[in-house]
């Protein structure tokens, strides 16, 4: 029952969030499937440090695939740090590195926060135009 009530509060907070949220929501699930992996490594559960990984190479992907690298200043740029961020991740995966897993949540971590704020700045000037 609980399962079912917190998957349609989650569906419906996704179906009207804005393309800002939505990416935001993105970011902030990568950070926590890193860090889900970190803590897995840490504690030998190689199962469920692969599954984390996985997760969070396809949410990698998924912003590579939908980045406009045109659109925006920085955006060969950002295209590239995804690059490297995927390769890093799979790299981790096949080692089972730790330190190369805490390289990666730093990255994540850093790009969640950016783009937080970004989203946070637009919002705020959004409403003073308004």
Known sequence: ???SARATYLDASIAT???TRLLVMLYE???????????????QNIGE???????AQDIVMELHSSL?????KGGRELGSLYGYLHRQLVLANVRKDADLIAECLQIVTELCDTWRQAALESAGALAKGA
């Open 1 to 3: 029952m609980m399962t």
């Open 17 to 19: 969030a804005s393309p």
């Open 29 to 43: 699930r990568l950070v926590l499937d890193v860090q889900r992996a970190l803590d897995a490594q840490r504690n």
């Open 49 to 55: 440090t692969h599954r984390q990984l996985t997760h």
């Open 68 to 72: 406009r690298p045109e659109g925006f």
